[in-house]
C-alpha cells in the first residue's frame, strides 16, 4: 500500500472497468504496483486476453448477467471474493457516436455495475464522473472561478448529461443501502506525458481550451485519485473534481480569466498557474495531492 494509506482500510481485490484506456491503464498499473490485487476488465474489441498482462477479463457491461458473474467469482479462472469496483468504461467523450448511442451504453454500462456490485454485496465503488457536467464547454460561462463542487450539475452533451444522471443514480443505490460508499470522481482531460509536447502551443490562442477553463489531469494523479477513494470509507455517494494543480497555459490564471472571462467572478486571488477547476475538497477530504505537472517534462512557450 502506499505509505498513508493503511492496510486495514484499503480493498484487496479490485474490479477495474475500462481497464484498457488511457486513465485505465494508469490505474491498474498504479493499483497493482501498491499490492491491489486487481481484475481488469474491458470490452477490447477482437483481443484475446491473454496478449494483455495481468489478469484481464473481456467483458459486455451492457449486458448484466456477465457484470454479476465478473464481480462475482463466476468466470472461469477468476474466482476470488470481489472487495471494490473501480468503473471507468464509458465511450469517453461526446462526439464519438450518435448521441443516442452514447447514451444507450454508457447508462447501461453504469447502472449494470452499479446494480451487480450491490447484488454481490460489493460496498465500494469509485467511478469516473467527468469534470462535463460542470457545464463544459462553457459556451455559457461559468458561473464562477475556480470551480467547484458547490452548484447543481449543468450538462450540456448527451455524454455530460449521462455523467450527471449517475451521479443521482448513486445517491439512490446509497439511499437504499446505507453502507455502500460510492465516490464520483469527476476527471479533467486525461493526459499521458507524451501528449505534453503540444501544450505550449496553447499559449498562441487562449480560447482553444477555454471549453475546460484551461485544465488537465495527469494519467497518474488520476491513478492516485482512484487509490485515494477506494480508501475513502464514509457511506453515501460523494462528487470530487479530479484535477492537476496548475493550468495547460504558461499564461497566469488570472489573466486568462481577464481575458477570456472578464464578466465572471474570481471568487479568490489565484496562484500564478492555479487550476480553475478547485480541487480543495478532494485535497481536504481524500487527502489527494498531483505529483506531477507538464512543467516537469515540456519546457513552456516564451510568454
Known amino acids: 500500500m502506499s505509505d498513508r494509506l493503511p492496510e486495514t482500510a484499503f480493498p484487496e481485490r479490485v474490479v477495474v472497468t475500462g481497464a484498457t484506456g488511457k486513465l485505465g491503464r494508469a490505474v491498474v498499473a498504479h493499483l497493482r504496483e501498491v499490492g491491489v490485487d486487481v481484475l481488469a476488465v474491458d470490452r477490447a474489441g477482437g483481443r484475446d486476453p491473454r496478449d494483455i498482462e495481468g489478469e484481464f477479463l473481456l467483458v459486455d457491461l ?55 456490485a450491490r447484488a454481490a454485496g460489493i460496498k465500494r465503488v469509485v467511478w469516473a464522473s467527468s469534470e462535463t457536467v460542470l457545464g463544459l464547454p462553457f459556451d455559457t460561462p461559468p458561473p464562477y472561478a475556480p470551480l467547484d463542487e458547490e452548484y447543481p450539475p ?13 451521479e443521482e443514480m448513486a ?47 495527469d494519467a497518474r494523479d488520476g491513478a492516485q485519485a482512484v487509490e485515494r477513494a477506494l480508501a475513502h470509507d464514509r457511506p453515501g455517494a460523494d462528487v470530487f473534481i479530479i484535477a492537476n494543480a496548475d493550468t495547460v ?52 512557450a516564451d510568454r
Open 62 to 116: 451492457t449486458d448484466y448477467g456477465q457484470v454479476v458473474e465478473a464481480f462475482t467469482g463466476g468466470a472461469d479462472e477468476h474466482g476470488g471474493r470481489v472487495d471494490a469496483v473501480v468503473h471507468l468504461a464509458a465511450v469517453p467523450a461526446p462526439g464519438l457516436m450518435p448521441n443516442a448511442a452514447t447514451f444507450a451504453n454508457n447508462s447501461a454500462a453504469t447502472y449494470n455495475v452499479f446494480a451487480a
Open 154 to 166: 449543468r450538462p450540456e452533451s448527451t455524454y455530460s448529461l449521462n455523467k450527471a444522471l449517475e
Open 171 to 217: 445517491r439512490h443505490f446509497c439511499r437504499w443501502d446505507p453502507e455502500l460508499v460510492m465516490v464520483g470522481l469527476r476527471f479533467s482531460n486525461v493526459m499521458d506525458v507524451e501528449d505534453y509536447a503540444t501544450f505550449p502551443s496553447f499559449d498562441a490562442d487562449p480560447r482553444l481550451r477555454r471549453w475546460n477553463l484551461w485544465g488537465y489531469i
Open 249 to 300: 497555459m504558461s499564461r497566469s490564471s488570472a489573466s486568462l480569466m481577464a481575458e477570456v472571462y472578464p464578466q465572471v467572478e474570481v471568487r479568490r486571488e489565484l496562484g500564478e498557474h492555479e487550476t480553475l477547476l478547485s480541487i480543495d475538497k478532494a485535497r481536504r477530504v481524500l487527502g489527494y495531492e498531483p505529483r506531477h505537472s507538464w512543467r516537469n517534462h515540456v519546457a513552456p
